[in-house]
Antibody, heavy 117, light 110 residues
């Protein structure tokens, strides 16, 4: 059974940092692109970042470029999102998702990130 | 990149068919074969129901179908059932190698 499980969310002050992790199982992790997508009540769903199978190519939404870094460890079947310079507008539920042909076929349950003083 | 435009709500009676539109631009929907649709129940993660405009993942009911014309993609739900009451989102790959989501549509089964 395919599973992806996010962790690492929490409360952080504006300007702070947080690292999210996503543990994957039930599929060959190294053969799949992976992505992060976030959701807020006000702005709906927003694609954040994607990473290639080997990790040599990364892609970011303009809203996070230069502040967030996606990476992966294929030996640990784990995806990461390093978030620096956090802003109030980064407050959201962050989902890890397995790519399927420019879509996402498996999603985690999400981890809540709250940026507030 | 602006969000794709979806109607805020669509409703229908059991057994009817409804369609949800997803309007973008020539930089996303209009130029992409990679339009997908997601169903999301409250408090749950999104579920993929259509990918690459018209394709259904294994296990998704054939009552869901997708299409595209110009800058607008559409999701049709035929034989509407109570369990279809949910939020639906479209998304498109773009010419700048990013993704853009739709604003979301709440489907109500009357």
């Amino acid at each position: 059974e395919v599973q992806v499980l996010e962790s690492g969310g929490g409360l952080v002050q504006p300007g702070g940092s947080l690292r999210l992790s996503c543990a994957a199982s039930g599929f060959t992790f190294s053969r799949n692109f992976m992505s992060w997508v976030r959701q807020t009540p006000g702005r709906g769903l927003e694609w954040v970042s994607s990473i290639s199978k080997s990790g040599d190519a990364t892609y970011y939404a303009d809203s996070v470029k230069g502040r967030f870094t996606v990476s992966r460890d294929n030996s640990k079947n784990t995806l990461y999102l390093q978030m620096n310079g956090l802003r109030a507008e980064d407050t959201a539920v962050y989902y890890c998702a397995k790519d399927l042909l420019w879509s996402w076929d498996y999603w985690g349950q999400g981890t809540l990130v709250t940026v507030s003083s | 990149q602006s969000a794709l435009t979806q109607p805020a709500s669509v409703s229908g009676s059991p057994g009817q068919s409804i369609a949800i539109s997803c309007t973008g631009t020539s930089s996303d929907v209009g130029s992409s074969n990679h339009v997908s649709w997601y169903q999301q129940h409250p408090g749950k993660a999104p579920k993929l129901i259509i990918y690459d405009v018209t394709n259904r993942p294994s296990g998704v009911s054939d009552r869901f179908s997708g299409s595209k014309s110009g800058n607008t993609a559409s999701l049709t739900i035929s034989g509407l059932q109570a369990e279809d009451e949910s939020d639906y989102f479209c998304t498109s790959y773009t010419t700048t190698r990013t993704y853009v989501f739709g604003t979301g549509t709440k489907v109500t089964v009357l």
